[in-house]
C-alpha cells in the first residue's frame, strides 16, 4: 500500500472527519487501490499504466469525497461512531464502565437466583437466544483480535454492527415483551376488575425478570462493543498512521 501514499495523503488533506472515522475510511480507500491495482495487473497492464489508472481514479475534487464518504460510511457505522466519540476522556471512559460494571453486579446477582427463569415471560426466550449469540460473536471477535491478531483491514470490523444490533434487539424485545404483557393483564383486569391487585402483581412478577435479564445482556453487549471499538479505533490510527509517517 506504500505506493498509494502521496494519493492518499492528497485524501487525507481534504477528508473532513473527526477520527476515528477518518482512519477507517483511508484505510479502506487504500484496500480498494490496491485490489484495482492487483486487478489491472492481472488484465496485463504494467505497473505504470496501473498506477496511473487508479490516480485518475481516486484523485477526486471535493463533490467526490463526500460521495466517497457516503460510500464507506453507512447510518449503522455512523451510529457507532457517534456513541464511540462520546467517551473519549479517560474520566469519560471510567464513567462509563463503572455504570456499566454497576448495572452487570446488580442484574447478575438477581439472574442466578434459582427461580429467576422460572417466574419470568416467555418473551425472556427470544432475548436467551440473542445472549448466546451475543456470546459467540464476541468471542470470536477478541480471539481474532487479541489471540490471532488478525488486524487486516478488510475485515477488522467485521461483526461489530452486528454486535451493536443483537444489543439493541434484545432491549427492544425486553421492552415490547413488558409491554405486551401489561396489555394481556389489562384485557383479563377488565373482565375480572376484583382481581386487578392480584393480576398486577403477577405482571411485575413475570417482567421483572425479563427488564432485569434484558438490561443485564444489554449492558454486557454495550461493555463488549466499547472494548472491541476502543481495541480496533487503537490499531487504525496506528496503522494510517505508520503508512502515512505521521
Avoid at 484505510?27 to 487501490?33: K, N, T
Wanted: some cysteine; aromatic content about 10%.
Amino acid at each position: 500500500m506504500k505506493r498509494f501514499v502521496p494519493l492518499l495523503k492528497e485524501i487525507n488533506e481534504k477528508l473532513v472527519l473527526p477520527q476515528p472515522e477518518k482512519s477507517r475510511i483511508l484505510l479502506e480507500i487504500g484496500a480498494d487501490m490496491a485490489d484495482l491495482f492487483d486487478h489491472y495487473l492481472k488484465q496485463g497492464k504494467s505497473e505504470t499504466e496501473a498506477m496511473q489508472i487508479i490516480t485518475e481514479k481516486f484523485r477526486v475534487c471535493d463533490d467526490a469525497i463526500s460521495e466517497l464518504i457516503v460510500v464507506h460510511q453507512g447510518f449503522i457505522q455512523k451510529l457507532a461512531n457517534k456513541i464511540s466519540r462520546q467517551a473519549q476522556s479517560f474520566w469519560e471512559k471510567a464513567g462509563l464502565l463503572l455504570f456499566l460494571l454497576g448495572v452487570i453486579l446488580v442484574c447478575g446477582r438477581i439472574v442466578i437466583s434459582a427461580q429467576f427463569f422460572h417466574l419470568a415471560s416467555p418473551y425472556i426466550t427470544p432475548v436467551i437466544m440473542l445472549a448466546l449469540f451475543i456470546a459467540v460473536l464476541a468471542f470470536i471477535k477478541f480471539y481474532s483480535l487479541y489471540i490471532k491478531k488478525n488486524h487486516s483491514i478488510k475485515t477488522i470490523n467485521n461483526g461489530m454492527k452486528e454486535l451493536l444490533i443483537l444489543g439493541c434487539g434484545c432491549l427492544l424485545i425486553g421492552v415490547f415483551g413488558n409491554f405486551m404483557e401489561l396489555y394481556d393483564t389489562f384485557k383479563v383486569m377488565a373482565a375480572s376488575p376484583e382481581n386487578s391487585t392480584l393480576l398486577l402483581f403477577e405482571w411485575l412478577e413475570k417482567t421483572a425478570p425479563l427488564m432485569v435479564f434484558t438490561l443485564s445482556v444489554t449492558s454486557i453487549t454495550a461493555l463488549l462493543w466499547y472494548m472491541l471499538q476502543n481495541k480496533i479505533n487503537k490499531i487504525q490510527n496506528e496503522e494510517l498512521a505508520f503508512l502515512l509517517n505521521l
